[in-house]
């Protein structure tokens, strides 16, 4: 299989099952004490995660084909650096102000675990699309 078709997979990958499993992390961290369906989370969780779903799968297919490597620890970085270019890119909207940092730590709270898990879970089904030199 050619590398542009593993890349477009796994970015494939990404942008599909990250959302939902991210959303449903979401509702596991909110929604299930109070018995909310975990429906809105995970179908809304498209409309607020794809972007970074999408990003993350990048950063992972760019690392894993720049080092050789598919090791766990990329996914866990590609989530974080692609969370915090979203936040940063969101706080240069908008003049700094204190308001709008306390908001940006709150959003991380709620975003970044989320970001985790699905990244992980995306990065087991296809480590093996990530094994550029392999």
């Known amino acids: 299989m050619s590398v542009v078709a593993r890349i477009v997979l796994v970015v494939c990958v990404f942008a599909l099952v990250g959302p939902p499993i991210g959303g449903a992390v979401a509702w596991l961290m909110m929604g299930a004490r109070s018995l909310r369906s975990p429906l809105p989370f995970i179908t809304g969780a498209y409309g607020e995660g794809v972007a970074l779903a999408i ?3 990048v950063v992972c ?3 894993a084909l720049a080092l050789r490597t ?3 620890l990329v996914p866990i970085g ?3 650096a692609v969370n915090a270019i979203a936040f940063l890119v969101t706080a240069t909207l908008d003049p700094p102000r204190v308001e709008l940092l306390m ?6 709270v709620v975003f970044v675990p989320p970001s985790l898990v699905a990244a ?3 990065w087991m089904i296809s480590r093996r ?3 550029f030199g392999a």
Do not use: D, E, I, K
């Not at 908001?103 to 991380?108: M, P, S, Y």
């Open 103 to 108: 908001a940006l730590v709150r959003v991380g």
């Open 120 to 122: 992980l879970v995306c």
């Open 55 to 57: 990003g993350t799968g």
């Open 129 to 131: 699309l990530l094994q």
């Open 61 to 63: 297919c760019g690392v």
């Open 78 to 80: 590609a989530a974080l």
């Open 70 to 72: 598919a090791s766990w």
